[in-house]
């Protein structure tokens, strides 16, 4: 217990003085909803909304590793280039969820199960 | 506590709770507007982090494109007016457990592994001009597939999204 204890107290002294891993934590936090989203949702677009939480989270690692590790400005270009190839995946998936809800009148994943009709 | 401390534990939780809302809310649309916020935070960490550059492209293109776009889908898909506008969840016990144990054990494995970093010295400058000749130089090739990936992909979502007639 005594060693518990004093993790514990360095975990406090630790956590006012921002750090590279405060943002990791944030970024983990954020990547954990994205997955709930992405399992649990039963509407397409709210699936599409924990894959860009998801996208988010590895950009904020990205961005914070830029900053405090040896990565430099070459975190950020591949963080440039995550958000292009999101706006992408955004566009046609939206546009498939569009067309498979004129075929089947729900996005809901679950209900559309059926390959051709 | 510092002045940086402070900012970045306000966006830390705006970001989480409204992560949260996105994720558990009934209501779809307030999950797309509560998204709003989560990415807006996250341009604020980029701020943080010194990445003026995509903090702004970060609020360009996901705050107003993005979210737009899934709103459009949001308002193209449910009847907004009439009944249903919940999103369900399935399989919520299951898939709390399983993600928050992936949220303890990546939190564990950053705190552990990454919690002695030195700060680095804070610069002043900004990051856009280096990151344009970067982008013109050493990614030059990514750059251009990127914006053939982004013609086709947009060409392909309207050809996708069109009604198709009948021949």
Same mark, same amino acid.
């Given at each position: 217990?005594?060693?518990? !204890?004093?993790?514990? !107290?360095?975990?406090?002294?630790?956590?006012?003085? &921002?750090?590279?891993?405060?943002?990791?934590? &944030? !970024?983990?936090i954020l990547f954990a909803a994205g997955l709930y989203a992405i399992v649990t949702r039963r509407n397409a677009i709210l699936v599409l909304m924990g894959v860009e939480l998801v996208l988010n989270a590895a950009n904020i690692?990205?961005?914070?590793?830029?900053?405090?590790g040896s990565l430099n400005l070459d975190g950020q270009a591949a963080a440039i280039f995550v958000i292009i190839l999101a706006a992408c995946e955004a566009a046609i998936a939206l546009a498939i969820v569009l067309n498979i809800y004129h075929r089947f009148q729900t996005i809901n994943v679950d209900e559309v199960s059926s390959l051709k009709e | 506590m510092e002045m940086f401390d402070?900012?970045?534990?306000? #966006?830390? =939780?705006v970001a989480v709770v409204s992560a949260g809302i996105v994720v558990f809310s009934r209501n779809v649309l307030y999950a797309a507007f509560s998204l709003v916020f989560t990415l807006f935070s996250v341009a604020a960490f980029y701020a943080l982090l010194q990445a003026d #550059?995509? @903090? =702004?492209?970060?609020?360009?293109?996901? =705050?107003g494109g993005i979210v737009v776009l899934m709103l459009f889908g949001l308002m193209l898909t449910n009847? =907004?007016?009439?009944?249903?506008i919940r999103g369900g969840a399935v399989q919520t016990i299951p898939a709390?457990?399983?993600? @928050?144990?992936? @949220?303890?054990?990546?939190a564990g494995v950053f705190y552990s592994t990454w919690s002695k970093t030195p700060v680095a010295p804070l610069s002043a400058s900004s990051t856009t001009p280096t990151l344009g000749s970067m982008l013109?130089?050493?990614?030059?090739?990514p750059f251009e597939v990127a914006s053939v990936?982004?013609?086709?992909?947009?060409i392909g979502a309207a050809m996708i999204a069109r009604r198709h007639r009948k021949a």
């Open positions: 217990m005594g060693s518990l !204890s004093a993790v514990w !107290s360095e975990f406090t002294a630790w956590l006012p003085h &921002v750090q590279l891993a405060h943002f990791l934590i &944030v !970024s983990a690692n990205l961005v914070a590793f830029a900053r405090f | 402070i900012i970045f534990y306000v #966006f830390a =939780v #550059f995509l @903090a =702004v492209t970060q609020v360009l293109i996901y =705050v009847n =907004v007016v009439s009944v249903d709390l457990i399983i993600t @928050a144990m992936v @949220a303890g054990s990546l013109m130089t050493s990614y030059l090739l990936v982004l013609l086709v992909s947009l």
